[in-house]
């Protein structure tokens, strides 16, 4: 079975400083993608970062970054110059390749609050 | 290019009575899912449809619940009749394919409160 695990419910940062959010997952497959989704207040699911298993590259989208250790199953979220705007849900999840189509799993999620 | 579109973004209902939750998935994408999210239970994966034929509906919690997709554009998911335990916020998401490197793309969700 496929599972995603946050092991963080919550976490707080200051304005302006780096936060990790943890996220370990478990496949016996070793095609797949992971992923971080960031849900606001609002609701909205809204992608932050991808990453392919095969991609020995760390993704970066502009202030996230992932450090992706295949090996340890591990699959972090890096967010530096944290801004208020980051406050949010978020989720890591990921899908597996070799089946019919692409199930997203997700973890519980952790709440991060930036503060001012 | 407008985003998964869902409609209404809020419901209030009695028990007993027919929810209709609406979703218009983003123009050229070929898959769509349907997700439920509750406190207790997380994201849940409900049934999801492949060029607008359901591939699985495993997820689907109950015979109260049902899906349809009658064109690419638009897809509907219904509770009748509806009872407090679905209360939840409904996500419709759409992708360009079934395949596990395609990302999925979320609506702004539906909160229903079934009183």
């Known amino acids: 079975a496929q599972t995603v695990t946050q092991s963080q419910p919550e976490m707080s940062v200051q304005e302006a400083e780096t936060v990790t959010l943890s996220c370990t997952y478990d496949?016996?497959?070793?095609?797949?993608?992971l992923f971080w989704y960031k849900q606001p207040p609002s609701r909205q699911m809204i992608l932050v970062i991808r990453?392919?298993?095969?991609?020995?590259q760390n993704a970066t989208e502009n202030r996230f970054s992932v450090n992706f250790q295949k090996a340890a199953k591990s699959f972090s979220l890096k967010i530096s110059d944290s801004q208020l705007g980051d406050t949010a849900m978020y989720f890591c999840?990921?899908?597996?390749?070799?089946?019919?189509?692409?199930?997203?799993?997700f973890g519980q999620g952790t709440i991060l609050t930036v503060h001012p | 290019d407008a985003g998964v579109i869902q409609s209404p973004r809020h419901e209030v209902t009695e028990m007993g009575q027919e929810v209709t939750l609406r979703c218009k998935p983003i123009?050229?994408?070929?898959?769509l899912f349907w997700y439920r999210q509750t406190m207790m239970r997380g994201l849940e994966l409900l049934i999801y449809?492949?060029?607008?034929?359901?591939?699985?509906d495993s997820g689907m919690p109950e015979d109260r619940f049902s899906a349809k997709m009658p064109n690419a554009s638009f897809s509907t998911l219904k509770i009748q009749p509806s009872e407090p335990r679905d209360s939840a916020v409904y996500f419709c998401?759409?992708?360009?394919?079934?395949?596990?490197?395609?990302?999925?793309?979320f609506g702004p969700g539906t909160r229903l409160l079934v009183l």
């Open positions: 998401a759409s992708s360009q394919g079934l395949a596990f490197q395609e990302t999925q793309y």
């Open positions: 496949t016996s497959e070793n095609n797949y993608y």
């Open positions: 990453q392919e298993a095969y991609k020995q």
């Open positions: 999840a990921f899908t597996i390749g070799g089946t019919s189509y692409g199930k997203l799993t």
């Open positions: 123009s050229g994408h070929n898959s």
């Open positions: 449809f492949n060029n607008n034929v359901p591939i699985d």
